[in-house]
């Protein structure tokens, strides 16, 4: 029996004896200092537990939303938007003009629906600069734990569901108005749009139930999606409807990722997400057919 009259000196780190603490591995239930904790889904974690990758409740999702490793796709997705970026410039705007998601002629031209997630604003490098960053943040993680082939699924995925959202407002306008379309941008007005904006949000959008997942606090990254979907309403130049239309698909996927992910359940995986990709390529044909003379046929 403790003596409750002796004082005690108090544990220290089992990597730093030299600091007093009264911090412990929630796994392992060693002392460790500040400097050595990990923050888990719950407590916090050691240098070795998190190098064993025994996070709470052992989830391999957990160790692979915080890996970095297996990011080729990531890369080379970055490599060709620079690359794409110098072609805009060295071709004096004619890729842009080829490649741009512009809803006039996207219904002869669908490739459009895609390439233009691959090209940014020749007028400011902060365009790309954001996308890159945004990508490099959020792609290496997510390609960890969902690998290469899904990764650039859900990559591909939600660039068509940005394009798609370009195209619904696009929709409504024609609808509202069609006899006075314009295509000059503007809050409720369609524009032609171009960027990796939209494929960036379906990335966040399927990060969040991810990361709902492991019981990570998901705050922070809410703030940044809100500040980000404000400043497309408030701010002139930027497509806010290929922001929510990427966002959207990117969530949903995000969602099917998360329901599927024994192997026994790969199939339905296959079939969530090819119904998702499918059914926004349903909206684009029927956005043309319903008005065909306005998406250039």
Do not use: K
């Not at 916090?44 to 537990?49: A, G, M």
């Not at 990758?53 to 970095?68: Q, Y």
């Not at 990427?246 to 099917?256: C, D, K, N, S, T």
């Not at 199939?267 to 969530?272: E, N, P, S, Y």
């Amino acid at each position: 029996m403790t003596d409750s009259s002796a004082v005690e000196a108090p544990p220290t780190c089992y990597r730093h004896p030299d600091r007093a603490t009264y911090i412990s591995c929630q796994r392992c239930g060693r002392p460790i200092c500040p400097e050595c904790s990990t923050q888990a889904a719950v407590g916090v974690h050691c240098p070795e537990c998190v190098r064993e990758g025994r996070p709470a409740g052992g989830s391999g999702l957990a160790r692979a939303l915080t890996s970095r490793r297996s990011a080729a796709v990531t890369y080379t997705l970055m490599g060709l938007i620079v690359v794409a970026y110098a072609v805009q410039w060295l071709s004096g705007g004619a890729l842009t003009s080829a490649w741009v998601l512009n809803p006039t002629v996207v219904g002869a031209e669908p490739w459009r629906l895609f390439t233009s997630a691959f090209l940014h604003s020749p007028g400011t490098i902060i365009h790309i600069l954001f996308n890159l960053y945004a990508l490099w943040a959020f792609g290496p993680a997510l390609e960890s734990f969902l690998g290469r082939v899904r990764f650039l699924a859900l990559y591909l995925t939600a660039a068509l569901g940005g394009s798609v959202g370009v195209l619904a407002l696009y929709a409504l306008a024609i609808a509202t108005d069609g006899a006075s379309i314009e295509v000059t941008g503007g809050f409720l007005q369609p524009s032609s749009a171009l960027g990796a904006s939209g494929a960036i949000f379906g990335l966040m959008g399927a990060y969040l139930p991810l990361r709902r997942a492991i019981g990570v606090n998901v705050i922070q990254l809410l703030i940044v999606l809100g500040v980000n979907v404000l400043l497309g309403f408030i701010a002139s130049g930027i497509a806010w409807e290929a922001h929510l239309g990427g966002l959207l698909a990117g969530a949903a996927i995000g969602w099917v990722f998360l329901r599927t992910r024994r192997t026994s359940q790969r199939r339905a995986q296959i079939l969530g997400v090819a119904g998702i990709a499918v059914g926004l390529l349903v909206v684009f044909v029927l956005f043309v057919v319903s008005a065909p003379a306005y998406y250039g046929l």
